[in-house]
């Protein structure tokens, strides 16, 4: 007598039927852990087809502007506009950091951007201090980011003549972090601020001066 075959079980909660193939896993899983568990406890690859489409149904967390720190500076809103060279420096630094530095999501990015504003607040104050990270992977962003900002403000003081200050560097790592609040999902493992900006400003495409909903 044959014996019929045993159903197939999802690779994760190993109870439902898979319905989907899942990169992350490297295995089926069904629809219902594919949702709960994408960036939670799978690290989902950027082009996985389910995460782009949950990428465009998700929906913003509800936050409280004033609970963001240093949510009381104010930036003009034509900020990234009327300093182009400044945006581009810093999405550059900040995007070549996230891409030489393994396993980075979103809140090593926040708590990098947090301690690299208060970093130049302080510069603003006339001291020298810096607040660096103790979070490893936060670190090495806030570190690489450091060294690129340091390297192209000598590059355009060298090409223009024009010098780039501290507060201008403040406020477009303040308009990222704006944005990095407002778009993280709050999954565990999020990345879709890094998944965003690795769209909008791929290598040497010049900041859009839009990508600041935040600014107050």
């Known amino acids: 007598m044959k014996l019929a075959p045993t159903p197939m079980k999802c690779v994760i909660c190993e109870v439902r039927t898979p ?40 929906k913003p967390l509800e936050i409280d502007l004033a609970s963001i720190p240093f949510a009381d500076i104010r930036i003009p809103a034509r900020f990234v506009e009327e300093h182009p060279r400044v945006g581009q420096l810093v999405i550059d630094a900040l995007m070549d950091a996230i891409s030489s530095t393994a396993g980075v999501i979103d809140y090593d990015v926040r708590q990098a951007l947090d ?22 992977l936060a670190a090495a962003i806030y570190d690489k980011m450091q060294r690129a900002i340091a390297e192209g403000r000598k590059e355009i003081a060298s090409n223009s003549g024009v010098s780039v200050r501290d507060a201008e560097i403040m406020s477009m790592l303040l308009i990222m972090q704006r944005v990095e609040y407002r778009v993280n999902n709050g999954r565990t493992r999020g990345r879709a601020f890094i998944d965003s ?20």
């Open 19 to 58: 319905r989907r193939y899942c990169p992350g896993v490297r295995g089926e899983i069904c629809s219902v852990c594919c949702g709960t568990e994408r960036e939670n406890t799978v690290d989902c690859p950027f082009d996985c087809t389910y995460l782009r489409e949950a990428r465009l149904r998700e």
């Open 197 to 216: 900006y690795s769209r909008q400003f791929p290598a040497d495409t010049p900041p859009n001066p839009s990508p600041s909903p935040l600014i107050v």
């Open 115 to 136: 301690s690299l504003i208060r970093t130049y607040k302080t510069l603003q104050s006339g001291l020298v201090y810096e607040t660096r990270p103790e979070n490893p």
